[in-house]
């Protein structure tokens, strides 16, 4: 059996939606830089009963867009590579 690396749970429901609605991880920066609750994805996600909607890619790039001005972020970083690099941080305050 392989063990799974148990993440916060802040963090955690960010992963299970990045796979849940197969999204990228830059898509998951924007997303967490927009304020979005990943919760919430369902009700956007659904673009094949409702025609009208973008589907959620296309919809978080739009509204990230339109609040930055900016295309997507191009150093985008995995919730893994954050959670990584906070604890370095941590390590690092710990040590001084």
Not at 46 to 62: D, G, M
């Amino acid at each position: 059996m392989t063990k799974k690396k148990q993440l916060s749970p802040k963090y955690q429901v960010w992963i299970d939606a990045r796979k849940k609605y197969k999204l990228s991880h830059a898509h998951i920066q924007m997303a967490r830089e927009l304020g979005l609750n990943p919760k919430k994805f369902g009700k956007l996600a659904n673009h094949k009963q409702e025609p009208w909607k973008a589907p959620l890619p296309v919809f978080i790039e739009n509204i990230y867009f339109r609040n930055f001005g900016k295309r997507p972020p191009e150093n985008a970083r995995s919730i893994e590579q954050i959670v990584k690099d906070k604890k370095q941080r941590q390590l690092e305050r710990k040590k001084r």
